[in-house]
């Protein structure tokens, strides 16, 4: 591990987590509708996670993704890592406007 950049590392299996997008409160939001409509096509899908070097969510979408861009992501996502992914639970609207104040006191408590 030594040379990694990152502060942790997930030792059992691996953390799967959700891509959000973040619109301002000023944004056109028939926009960003016609934008996460178009990356939940199949296109849209294999065209955004080609670009971030990903697992599109669309089914269907990894058919339309060059042979390259297939062989990265079936190396990066062994169907035996798939079985061990951790799915982070739903954290409701209250908890995620107190989630860095209960981060702060964990880090306290344990030294962090």
Same mark, same amino acid.
């Given at each position: 591990? /030594?040379?990694? *950049?990152?502060?942790? =590392? !997930? =030792?059992?299996?691996?953390?799967?987590?959700? /891509? #959000? +997008?973040?619109? *301002?409160?000023?944004?056109? !939001?028939? %926009?960003? &509708?016609?934008?996460?409509?178009?990356? #939940? !096509?199949?296109?849209?899908?294999?065209?955004?996670? *080609?670009? %971030? $070097?990903?697992?599109?969510?669309?089914?269907? @979408?990894?058919?339309?993704?060059?042979?390259?861009? &297939?062989? +990265?992501? @079936?190396?990066?996502?062994?169907?035996? @890592? =798939?079985?061990? =992914? $951790? $799915? &982070?639970?739903? /954290?409701?609207?209250? +908890?995620?406007? *107190?989630?860095?104040?209960?981060?702060?006191?964990?880090?306290?408590?344990?030294?962090?």
């Amino acid at each position: 591990m /030594q040379g990694l *950049s990152c502060g942790e =590392l !997930t =030792l059992e299996g691996a953390t799967y987590y959700l /891509q #959000n +997008f973040v619109v *301002s409160a000023k944004a056109d !939001t028939g %926009l960003a &509708q016609e934008w996460i409509a178009w990356v #939940n !096509t199949l296109r849209g899908g294999a065209h955004y996670a *080609s670009a %971030l $070097w990903v697992k599109p969510c669309a089914i269907g @979408a990894m058919d339309l993704m060059d042979a390259d861009m &297939q062989g +990265f992501v @079936a190396r990066s996502y062994p169907p035996e @890592a =798939l079985l061990k =992914l $951790w $799915w &982070q639970p739903e /954290q409701p609207v209250g +908890f995620v406007k *107190s989630r860095e104040g209960y981060a702060r006191a964990y880090r306290d408590v344990v030294g962090k």
